[in-house]
């Protein structure tokens, strides 16, 4: 059972006129961008309301909860589980246009912004004071502070700083009926009974929309080092000794450990040094960071590895974007070859390469299966699991229901999660009691239904 979108009607042509008497940016054509995806999937959004105050956000949502007109809260639709979705007709709000900076506390290091605001906006502004965000993605070129907070997005950084959500100190959101909650705190330290804001953070849009943020942001560390290495043998013996070695030897400085497997690294080509991981390998990609040299903890941790282990450093801007980009090369070479089944999950350390092997094992040599490839944050115990299928066989949905079972039944038993960093959106929308018990789905319920009764928002996603 879903949470109550049921008595929703489809956008009428009558809806555009009055909309546009309470937002002065109403578009119903050329709204393309606001109907794909990532993966080229489409979706039903009719009408898109681009609101540039709170007030015009309260206004919009008022109409269309009083209307019953499904709404779905876009941001930078960059999202991978199809959030920004619409299955029936619905009336979109981005925002794009309430992206401004507002204020930073350059001795507290919070910064306060209005949620349309891009992240890399964020921290080039950030930069300037010597200051940073918390976490980092790849898509930090579109995607939004509002869409951060709504996935409560993991990232590469998430080792060093933990989750986005403790580094929130405030926000502003507006429920389904037009209300406007007032939950920006200036203080860190703030115990005044339940922390209410923590709701909307990871909601993905159901509860509230997230138009503005005040979040703690630590400095920028002036020196990093990032050192890319080969690794051969088995996950357990080579991966996650590395790790451990990292932690003992780089310390409170390590800001990343990346790993991608060999059929990955054979995907994105040899690596930037020449080396070239067989198939049985791993490339793993270790980042220092910190506010005096770290270089010499980078050459400790090398010196630490096996003989045998293959490894290249990167010290100045334009090498250590280089190792980044072939880690992040590796999803862009992964889509080009066809569709991929997705999986963000987590689990014990040890637990999360068996996963591959075993995906392996069992479908690797269907027709239809062209590559299935392990990398991750393996530092965070998450790994993406990707399954790049053959573009000239039709999709077998028996084959996916199949494989999402092995998989996310393999996730449950080890008690690991179903999405480590993606959130559910529509995609993993029915795997949801995998990873959440019945009576916890039960109560997730309740809390949609007291603040958005009429499911306007972002219906059929995320809360089951
Ligand atoms: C190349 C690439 C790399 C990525 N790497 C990572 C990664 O390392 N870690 C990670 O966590 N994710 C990653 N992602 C996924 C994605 O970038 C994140 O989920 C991101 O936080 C989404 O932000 P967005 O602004 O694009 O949100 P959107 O895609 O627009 O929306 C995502 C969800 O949030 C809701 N939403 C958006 N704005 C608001 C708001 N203001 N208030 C309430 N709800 C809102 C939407 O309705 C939707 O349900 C990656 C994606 C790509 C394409």
Same mark, same amino acid.
């Given at each position: 059972?879903?949470?109550?979108?049921?008595?929703?009607?489809?956008?009428?042509?009558?809806?555009?006129?009055?909309?546009?008497?309470?937002?002065?940016?109403?578009?119903?054509?050329?709204?393309?961008?606001?109907?794909?995806?990532?993966?080229?999937?489409?979706?039903?959004?009719?009408?898109?309301?681009?609101?540039?105050?709170?007030?015009?956000?309260?206004?919009?949502?008022?109409?269309?909860?009083?209307?019953?007109?499904?709404?779905?809260?876009?941001?930078?639709?960059?999202?991978?589980?199809?959030?920004?979705?619409?299955?029936?007709?619905?009336?979109?709000?981005?925002?794009?246009?309430?992206?401004?900076?507002?204020?930073?506390?350059?001795?507290?290091?919070?910064?306060?912004?209005?949620?349309?605001?891009?992240?890399?906006?964020?921290?080039?502004?950030?930069?300037?004071?010597?200051?940073?965000?918390?976490?980092?993605?790849?898509?930090?070129?579109?995607?939004?502070?509002?869409?951060?907070?709504?996935?409560?997005?993991?990232?590469?950084?998430?080792?060093?700083?933990?989750?986005?959500?403790?580094?929130?100190?405030?926000?502003?959101?507006?429920?389904?009926?037009?209300?406007?909650?007032?939950?920006?705190?200036?203080?860190?330290?703030?115990?005044?009974?339940?922390?209410?804001?923590?709701?909307?953070?990871?909601?993905?849009?159901?509860?509230?929309?997230?138009?503005?943020?005040?979040?703690?942001?630590?400095?920028?560390?002036?020196?990093?080092?990032?050192?890319?290495?080969?690794?051969?043998?088995?996950?357990?013996?080579?991966?996650?000794?590395?790790?451990?070695?990292?932690?003992?030897?780089?310390?409170?400085?390590?800001?990343?450990?990346?790993?991608?497997?060999?059929?990955?690294?054979?995907?994105?080509?040899?690596?930037?040094?020449?080396? !070239?991981?067989?198939? +049985?390998?791993?490339?793993?990609?270790? =980042?220092?960071? *910190? /506010?005096? #040299?770290?270089?010499?903890? &980078?050459?400790?941790?090398?010196?630490?590895?096996?003989?045998?282990?293959?490894?290249?450093?990167?010290?100045?801007?334009?090498?250590?974007?280089?190792?980044?980009?072939?880690?992040?090369?590796?999803?862009?070479?992964?889509?080009?070859?066809?569709?991929?089944?997705?999986?963000?999950?987590?689990?014990?350390?040890?637990?999360?390469?068996?996963?591959?092997?075993?995906?392996?094992?069992?479908?690797?040599?269907?027709?239809?299966?062209?590559?299935?490839?392990?990398?991750?944050?393996?530092?965070?115990?998450?790994?993406?699991?990707?399954?790049?299928?053959?573009?000239?066989?039709?999709?077998?949905?028996?084959?996916?229901? !199949?494989?999402?079972? +092995?998989?996310?039944?393999?996730?449950? =038993?080890?008690? *690991? /999660?179903? #999405?480590?960093?993606?959130? &559910?959106?529509?995609?993993?929308?029915?795997?949801?009691?995998?990873?959440?018990?019945?009576?916890?789905?039960?109560?997730?319920?309740?809390?949609?239904?007291?603040?958005?009764?009429?499911?306007?928002?972002?219906?059929?996603?995320?809360?089951?």
């Amino acid at each position: 059972m879903q949470a109550g979108p049921c008595i929703l009607r489809a956008v009428r042509p009558s809806d555009f006129k009055n909309l546009s008497a309470l937002c002065a940016d109403i578009k119903v054509r050329d709204i393309e961008r606001y109907t794909s995806e990532w993966f080229g999937r489409t979706s039903n959004i009719k009408v898109v309301a681009r609101p540039r105050s709170v007030h015009e956000v309260s206004d919009v949502l008022k109409y269309c909860n009083s209307s019953g007109i499904g709404v779905t809260v876009f941001g930078g639709n960059t999202g991978l589980v199809g959030g920004t979705m619409a299955e029936r007709s619905e009336v979109a709000i981005s925002t794009e246009f309430m992206n401004r900076f507002l204020e930073i506390d350059v001795s507290s290091g919070i910064a306060t912004v209005e949620t349309g605001l891009i992240l890399q906006n964020l921290q080039e502004r950030l930069a300037i004071h010597h200051l940073t965000t918390p976490y980092d993605l790849g898509a930090r070129g579109s995607c939004t502070i509002g869409g951060n907070l709504a996935t409560n997005a993991g990232g590469i950084n998430f080792i060093r700083h933990g989750p986005l959500r403790a580094h929130v100190v405030g926000i502003e959101a507006v429920l389904a009926n037009g209300d406007v909650l007032d939950l920006m705190s200036k203080s860190r330290k703030d115990n005044c009974g339940i922390d209410l804001k923590q709701i909307f953070i990871g909601s993905e849009g159901t509860l509230g929309i997230i138009t503005k943020a005040r979040i703690h942001c630590p400095s920028l560390h002036q020196y990093r080092s990032v050192a890319l290495i080969s690794l051969k043998g088995d996950f357990t013996s080579t991966v996650l000794e590395t790790l451990k070695k990292a932690k003992e030897t780089i310390g409170e400085s390590l800001s990343a450990f990346e790993f991608i497997d060999g059929e990955g690294a054979e995907l994105v080509g040899p690596l930037p040094s020449g080396m !070239d991981p067989k198939y +049985s390998g791993f490339a793993v990609l270790v =980042e220092a960071s *910190g /506010s005096a #040299s770290v270089s010499d903890k &980078i050459e400790n941790f090398l010196e630490q590895l096996p003989d045998s282990v293959e490894g290249v450093v990167g010290s100045d801007l334009e090498s250590m974007s280089k190792l980044w980009h072939y880690r992040e090369l590796l999803p862009v070479k992964m889509a080009s070859l066809g569709h991929n089944l997705k999986y963000d999950i987590s689990l014990p350390q040890r637990e999360l390469y068996k996963l591959v092997e075993g995906i392996r094992l069992r479908y690797a040599n269907r027709p239809d299966v062209l590559k299935i490839v392990g990398y991750g944050h393996v530092g965070d115990g998450n790994l993406h699991l990707n399954v790049a299928l053959d573009p000239q066989f039709e999709r077998n949905p028996s084959l996916e229901s !199949d494989m999402s079972h +092995s998989v996310y039944s393999y996730v449950s =038993e080890c008690g *690991g /999660s179903i #999405s480590a960093e993606h959130g &559910i959106g529509r995609d993993k929308l029915e795997q949801l009691f995998f990873s959440k018990p019945t009576v916890v789905l039960e109560y997730t319920r309740a809390l949609k239904k007291m603040l958005d009764p009429n499911g306007i928002l972002n219906p059929g996603r995320t809360i089951l």
